[in-house]
């Protein structure tokens, strides 16, 4: 497969910058990062060449254009805030240390939100037989279930009135959330390194960022969207084992952002990328994005054959 993807790799270049180009355009993003295993030439501590490469994952939430980004396996926070830094809208994300920098006033066109699924795990993490965390996981619970009471774009349901049915049962239970919080500090018998105190930590530090999500009508309490992406990532990691090399995670990439963008978009990969190479294959290199933009997998229709 990466021998076929290398050869069509100069007609798919385009399409993946254009899905890129839009992606990263999207007012409204999330992102996470998942991990392949690499082949190189360079031996571990095992003596084997095989190291852990890091891919991010960026996907656009009213595009539903879904971008992968690899850059030698790196994790490191200048991969991301080159790539999230000059974008505007909200970015949602987990509490990893790079995406709350987006936070910062180094980039005052972006608003991050977390993840309130991320946040509630820590809590379950804690035990069944923690009351504490139990609390905290049934408020964050009811959180959910006033969202769920209405959906937008169902029975007429606007954005508009999902900010006021937010700006109703919200704050009262954020409030309720924050004095049990302060409660079980204050008692002074919660051990420094506990599972507990470890979840009350991350939600202290993510806390202005909880109250953002619910300053809008239309955003997500958790980033559930890539999440679901990134399991078939994991699927296809289990079944193949590894990449060949960073080029071929280059490549993996290009071709998990196509394919995953025309899952989201319920189009036939193969009748996609047969019909996109045959449009293409005498194209310019330097033809414009704006031209690959009408095949992308949202405006994509099949040729009459």
Request: aromatic letters at 8%.
């Given at each position: 497969?990466?021998?076929?993807?290398?050869?069509?790799?100069?007609?798919?270049?385009?399409?993946?910058?254009?899905?890129?180009?839009?992606?990263?355009?999207?007012?409204?993003?999330?992102?996470?990062?998942t991990y392949y295993k690499i082949l190189v030439p360079e031996k571990n501590s095992k003596g084997k060449g095989v190291r852990k490469g890091y891919l991010w994952v960026v996907v656009g939430i009213n595009t539903r254009m879904i971008y992968l980004l690899y850059d030698d396996g790196s994790r490191s926070e200048r991969v991301i805030l080159n790539e999230l830094g000059s974008c505007k809208g909200i970015i949602q994300s987990d509490g990893y240390s790079p995406y709350r920098k987006l936070e910062s006033d180094a980039?005052?066109?972006?608003?991050?939100?977390?993840?309130?699924?991320?946040?509630k795990r820590k809590f379950i993490d804690c035990g069944e037989d923690d009351p504490d965390a139990k609390r905290i996981v049934e408020m964050i619970n009811t959180l959910y279930q006033n969202e769920h009471k209405h959906k937008i774009g169902v029975d007429g349901w606007t954005v508009e009135q999902n900010l006021m049915h937010r700006k109703k049962y919200a704050p009262d239970i954020l409030g309720e959330i924050k004095d049990v919080l302060d409660e079980i500090e204050e008692r002074g018998d919660l051990l420094p390194k506990s599972e507990l105190q470890e979840a009350i930590t991350y939600l202290r530090n993510e806390w202005n960022a909880v109250v953002d999500i619910f300053n809008y009508g239309d955003t997500c309490l958790d980033n559930n969207m890539v999440e679901r992406m990134n399991r078939y990532i994991s699927l296809s990691r289990k079944n193949s084992l590894f990449f060949g090399s960073h080029k071929g995670a280059e490549r993996g990439a290009i071709l998990y952002t196509i394919a995953l963008t025309c899952r989201m978009h319920k189009v036939n990969l193969f009748e996609y990328l047969t019909d996109v190479i045959n449009r293409t294959a005498e194209w310019q290199p330097n033809t414009p994005l704006e031209k690959y933009r009408e095949l992308l997998p949202d405006r994509w229709e099949k040729a009459n054959d």
């Open positions: 497969a990466h021998k076929l993807i290398e050869k069509a790799s100069s007609l798919f270049e385009n399409l993946y910058k254009c899905i890129r180009q839009t992606a990263l355009s999207d007012p409204y993003k999330a992102a996470d990062e980039y005052p066109n972006i608003t991050r939100i977390p993840c309130l699924q991320h946040i």
